[in-house]
């Protein structure tokens, strides 16, 4: 944990949240994007390594709530390329509430779930941007 995170200390304090909340959340969640008919084919064909992906996943959630170190990378860059729409995102998020009410006190749910809204948010913003400075030529392909 970062040092002086104290909103993270309290927030796991009040909330119960830990890393194996975490990992079962982000393993129950993937475990239904994999086999979903929309988000399933968009994932499975980025990732190779699921266990990989899984470990990265859960350091990435665990920044999140808990304010560890584990997690450096540039999500949204990932995203690009992937042909996401509007519709993966209103899916993604509907798979995500319902893992974690099912996963999670509804407290710790309710901070995951704005998390995810958050970041959906930011993702579908960050892509809409890319691909309207492509479309201008404003930035190079890839």
């Known amino acids: ?5 104290l909103n993270a ?5 009040r909330t119960g949240i830990d890393e194996p909340m975490i990992v079962r ?3 129950a969640f993937y475990g239904k994007v994999r086999t979903d008919e929309l988000l399933g084919p968009v994932f499975n064909r980025k990732v190779e390594d699921w266990d990989e992906h899984l470990r990265t996943l859960v350091a990435f959630w665990s920044s999140i ?6 997690y450096n990378g540039r999500p949204l860059p990932a995203h690009m390329g992937l042909g996401i729409e509007a519709e993966h995102f209103t899916r993604w998020l509907g798979l995500f509430r319902d893992t974690a009410a099912d996963v999670c006190p509804p407290e710790a749910a309710a901070f995951f779930i704005g998390r995810a809204e958050t970041i959906a948010r930011s993702f579908q913003m960050g ?8 479309a201008k030529g404003a930035l190079p392909a890839g």
């Open 127 to 134: 892509l809409d941007f890319h691909r309207s400075a492509m």
């Open 65 to 70: 709530a808990m304010g560890t170190d584990g």
């Open 9 to 13: 200390r309290e927030r796991m304090r």
């Open 1 to 5: 944990m970062n040092s002086g995170d």
């Open 25 to 27: 959340l982000v393993h």
